[in-house]
């Protein structure tokens, strides 16, 4: 059975209620025990550096050269929170009402409403660390609107949230690291999970500059390690996010939740060639003032393909500006799960402005002659600057060129209230889990949670844990240690005696490519089914015949991506598992076979109410799933309409 440990009680009263409740751990007492936080980025610095400030020994892991790397520096438009500065309407229960819907009501509602009720303070955090925010000309901090709401909560700095955000955090981690309460290990990669009378004590790590496999033991883990989207190959992830730690844990016992949920962003610049390594993201803010558009016929479209006519000479009465004209209450802000579907609805219509068909355009050319390009330029200007150095466009000229691309995961270790996992001990935050944001996520919210978790959450729930642990500490000579250390061995040696062809890389994107054309923004059941085989296949292949240079005591980026990469064909077959047994359209999850007559997302709540829950049942063994039921009383479930 699955316990989520929802408190009793009216929504509201939920989180103040269980605080008082949890189990304490006097401050002499907090120096006794250990804490690994594998994972650097907004959820992993904001805990460590909280648990540091409390009195906890901290180790904090991260595979880059320094927590500053962490991938959520690129996050760029914004980070909501229900503060109300803009006095239309905002408050905490609008908040947490706009993200159960945007999420397509397949998330808790207890969980969401803490999110929303500890958004403020985050910001009052962030302004005390010295955050930038943006201000207004009397002082106060700036809100700007983000998709699938109709209030302006967003906070932002430029176009730079996400690095501005994590130079905060990280300076509250710096201060803890000085202090020798947090250890900061770099260059180092969690491969493994360790567990001693079934409860996550530590865990197994290469340091990728010399090699060395280490053991790291604690009383407690808390995984902060982001998504899994690089299993689609390319995706506006860091070239270095992986699902390793995660899935290593769910090789372990862990279970995992809502694989096959997946968020297709849909303002990302176009591919344009097949050795293209990752996307860059242009942040939704843009679609405050950019307008989307494509021709209204096709063959208008083709010319814009074959580059007889360019954008500037089509009149507006040739534009289809389809999402104001589809969703005239929303416009351009609509959820980015229907902003993207639409995009490729136009482009399967023939509709695509670029060379490959696959784009459409955004357009800022209505809001630089309403306020000006100075205006403009001081919103976005580092945005559209990057965009004309990737492009070659400038967008203050010519419209930007936009199509979808895998973004962001919601499904992630399954997780209670307390944010702790099917391991007792082991802890999921950030994006690293599944709990807040249901079948799509809502615009500037990865940051609010990844925040509202290190700092104001995982601090209070970790402390119950703790407070029932006794302070022994268990040695790194334990045989589940040893056992654990040889397991990883076994594996490298596997992937370096290999004697095949095939570069790690490639069968990388051999996967990406069957999970983005039948895993991604639209599924059917004949297509999950195919792809199934195909990484079945793949799979063997790939243990029988991938090539790797090098040795493991060396600095060796093949074998890192090698070990990374035989997870994800792991993990994509089950993100297919669980796409086939959601028959059911739901936010980001499109199921080709239910949709309304109008072509959207047609929920099946009588059936699908549920997170699932998948337990892993051993090496090529049907993976075992479970349900938790979702249950809405302060939510009425409708039919998603941003018309």
Not at 402 to 429: E, K
Not at 541 to 561: C, Q, R, S
Request: hydrophobic share 35%.
């Amino acid at each position: 059975m699955l316990d989520n440990k929802i408190p009793q009680g009216p929504l509201a009263e939920k989180w103040s209620q269980h605080k008082f409740n949890l189990k304490l751990v006097n401050p002499a007492n907090k120096r006794k025990y250990d804490i690994i936080v594998v994972g650097t980025g907004l959820a992993g610095a904001s805990a460590a550096a909280s648990f540091g400030e409390l009195g906890y020994n901290v180790k904090a892991f991260c595979y880059q050269d320094s927590a500053r790397r962490a991938h959520s520096i690129a996050a760029q438009g914004g980070i909501n929170a229900a503060k109300n500065y803009k006095n239309d309407g905002d408050s905490i229960f609008r908040l947490f009402y706009d993200t159960i819907k945007g999420g397509d009501y397949r998330s808790r509602e207890a969980n969401v409403y803490r999110l929303a009720e500890v958004s403020n303070a985050i910001i009052d955090q962030c302004v005390a660390q010295g955050v930038p925010f943006a201000r207004e000309y009397g002082g106060l901090l700036d809100n700007r609107s983000f998709g699938g709401a109709q209030v302006s909560r967003t906070f932002y700095a430029k176009g730079q949230t996400g690095q501005q955000l994590l130079l905060g955090a990280y300076s509250a981690l710096s201060r803890q690291v000085k202090t020798g309460k947090v250890k900061l290990y770099t260059r180092n990669e969690m491969l493994d999970l360790v567990l001693v009378d079934g409860k996550a004590r530590g865990i197994i790590t290469r340091n990728l500059v010399t090699g060395a496999i280490e053991r790291h033991s604690a009383h407690s883990v808390v995984l902060a390690t982001g998504g899994y989207g690089n299993v689609f190959f390319l995706s506006t992830n860091a070239m270095g996010c992986n699902g390793t730690a995660a899935w290593r844990a769910y090789k372990k016992g862990a279970q995992f939740g809502n694989p096959c949920f997946t968020q297709i962003h849909p303002t990302c610049i176009p591919v344009h060639g097949t050795q293209q390594s990752k996307l860059t993201l242009m942040s939704e803010s843009l679609r405050n003032d950019g307008r989307v558009w494509v021709p209204k016929t096709v063959e208008m479209a083709q010319k814009l393909q074959k580059g007889e006519i360019k954008p500037t000479e089509i009149a507006e009465e040739d534009r289809d500006y389809y999402l104001e004209r589809i969703y005239p209450s929303f416009g351009n802000l609509v959820p980015r799960d229907v902003a993207s579907r639409n995009a490729k609805n136009m482009c399967d219509a023939g509709k695509g402005v670029n060379e490959t068909g696959l784009a459409v355009f955004l357009d800022f050319k209505t809001a630089i002659e309403r306020d000006g390009e100075d205006v403009i330029r001081a919103k976005y200007g580092n945005l559209f600057q990057m965009y004309e150095k990737i492009t070659d466009d400038n967008p203050y000229k010519t419209p930007m060129m936009i199509y979808p691309a895998i973004h962001y995961t919601m499904g992630g270790l399954w997780v209670d209230y307390n944010l702790m996992t099917t391991i007792p001990g082991l802890y999921a935050i950030g994006e690293c889990n599944f709990s807040d944001h249901g079948g799509n996520r809502l615009g500037a919210s990865a940051l609010m949670q990844g925040l509202a978790d290190g700092y104001f959450v995982i601090p209070y729930t970790i402390g119950d844990y703790l407070a029932q642990t006794p302070y022994d500490k268990v040695p790194t000579s334990h045989p589940a240690f040893e056992e654990a250390e040889k397991e990883v061995r076994d594996r490298i040696n596997i992937l370096l005696t290999s004697k095949g062809e095939k570069t790690p890389d490639e069968f990388h994107k051999e996967l990406g490519l069957i999970m983005w054309e039948y895993c991604g923004m639209a599924r059917n059941e004949e297509g999950l089914k195919k792809a199934k085989g195909m990484i079945q296949k793949l799979r063997k292949e790939y243990w029988a015949g991938v090539k790797l240079i090098g040795i493991n005591e060396e600095m060796n980026l093949t074998l890192e991506k090698a070990l990374r990469i035989a997870d994800f064909l792991e993990l994509g077959e089950l993100m297919v598992d669980d796409a086939l047994t959601r028959t059911e359209s739901c936010g980001g999850h499109f199921r080709e076979e239910s949709q309304t007559p109008e072509g959207e997302a047609l929920r099946k709540d009588d059936e699908f109410a549920f997170v699932s829950c998948w337990e892993y049942q051993g090496d090529d063994q049907p993976a075992k799933l479970n349900k938790e039921e979702l249950v809405f009383e302060n939510v009425k479930l409708t039919q998603r309409s941003y018309k």
